[in-house]
C-alpha cells in the first residue's frame, strides 16, 4: 500500500466516523431538547423523530458524497457509471422503488398526523401497540407483550388506522358476561355495577348536562342464556385493558359467592 492509499484510506475512515459522531451528537441534542420541552411547550415528539432520522440520512450521504468525490478511484467508477446513466438509473429506480415510497409516505404521516409518537393504534384489526418510532422506511410499535411491530410506511398510508389517542384518550371497555337463565339477572346486573363502579379505573363521561350513567344492559337472551354487557367508560386505553382484566377476576369471584351460574353450553365471553 503507497502513501496515497494510506492517505485516502485515512480521509475515508475520519469522514464516516466524523459522519455517525455528528449524527449521533445531532440525535442527543434533538432527544433533549424534545424531552425538556415536549410538555412545556405541547411539542409533538413525532415531528422531531423524523427530523432525526432524515438528519442522519443527510449527513451520510453528505458524508460518502464527499468520499466518492475526494478519492480519485471512487470517482473515477462514479464517472464510468455515470457514462451509462441511463440503465444505471433505470436499475436504482427499479430497486428502491420500494424505500421511496417508504420515505414519501412516512413524510404523508408526519404531516398529516394519523398518529404519533406515544399512540395506541391499531392496523387493520391485526397489529396493535403504541408508536414507539417513526424511521424515513418504516413505523415501529411495541404491543402489550412488548413486541416490536415494524410495518413499512407505505403500507401504513393503505391500512384503516383506530387511533385510541387522537384527541380524545378516553375509551369504552366492554364487560360481558354470558348467565344461565336460571340464575338471579337483576343480583348479576346489580353485582357488575356495584364492582364497576367502585373500580379505581372506572370514569364517568361527562355529558350534558350530567355524567353518564353506569348500566348493565340485557343484550340477548336465546338458548337458556343472559347475556349481560356494560360499556365501561376509561381515561385511557392502558386503563382500560387494566381495568377490563380486573373486573373480568373480581366480577367472576362474586358471581360464584352470590350462586350466580354461567352458562354451561356457551360459557363465559371475554
Known amino acids: 500500500m503507497g502513501r496515497k492509499d494510506l492517505d485516502y484510506l485515512i480521509l475515508i475512515v475520519a469522514t464516516l466516523f466524523g459522519a455517525l459522531i455528528i449524527s449521533e451528537i445531532f440525535r442527543m441534542l434533538i432527544k433533549r431538547i424534545v424531552s425538556i420541552n415536549a410538555q412545556k411547550m405541547k411539542i409533538d415528539p413525532t415531528n422531531y423523530s423524523f427530523i432525526k432520522n432524515a438528519a442522519s440520512f443527510t449527513i451520510y450521504t453528505i458524508a460518502i458524497s464527499f468520499v466518492v468525490y475526494s478519492v480519485p478511484r471512487f470517482k473515477a467508477i462514479g464517472g464510468t457509471l455515470f457514462a451509462g446513466a441511463g440503465i444505471f438509473a433505470a436499475i436504482i429506480a427499479l430497486a428502491s422503488q420500494q424505500a421511496f415510497?417508504?420515505?414519501?409516505?412516512?413524510?404523508?404521516?408526519?404531516?398529516s398526523k394519523p398518529f404519533r409518537v406515544g399512540d395506541y393504534i391499531e392496523l387493520n384489526q391485526i397489529h396493535k401497540g403504541t408508536v414507539e418510532d417513526i424511521t424515513l422506511r418504516h413505523t415501529i410499535m411495541r404491543d402489550i407483550q412488548n413486541n416490536r411491530i415494524i410495518v413499512p410506511n407505505s403500507q401504513i398510508n393503505t391500512e384503516t388506522i383506530i387511533n385510541y389517542h387522537l384527541n380524545d384518550e378516553r375509551k369504552r371497555e366492554k364487560v360481558e358476561f354470558v348467565i344461565d337463565i336460571e340464575s338471579d339477572m337483576d343480583l348479576a346486573m346489580a353485582i357488575m355495577k356495584e364492582e364497576i363502579a367502585h373500580h379505581t379505573g372506572y370514569l364517568k363521561f361527562k355529558l350534558e348536562?350530567?355524567?353518564?350513567?353506569?348500566?348493565?344492559?340485557?343484550?340477548?337472551?336465546?338458548?337458556?342464556?343472559?347475556?349481560?354487557r356494560s360499556m365501561v367508560g376509561s381515561p385511557n386505553p392502558d386503563t382500560a385493558y387494566e381495568?377490563?382484566?380486573?373486573?373480568?377476576?373480581?366480577?367472576?369471584?362474586?358471581?360464584?359467592?352470590?350462586?350466580?351460574?354461567?352458562?354451561?353450553?356457551?360459557?363465559?365471553i371475554n
Open 101 to 111: 415510497s417508504n420515505i414519501i409516505s412516512g413524510i404523508f404521516i408526519v404531516l
Open 209 to 228: 348536562p350530567e355524567p353518564e350513567e353506569l348500566k348493565v344492559r340485557v343484550m340477548k337472551i336465546e338458548n337458556g342464556t343472559v347475556t349481560l
Open 243 to 268: 381495568m377490563h382484566c380486573d373486573l373480568n377476576h373480581i366480577i367472576k369471584k362474586r358471581f360464584d359467592e352470590e350462586g350466580i351460574k354461567f352458562a354451561k353450553r356457551v360459557g363465559y
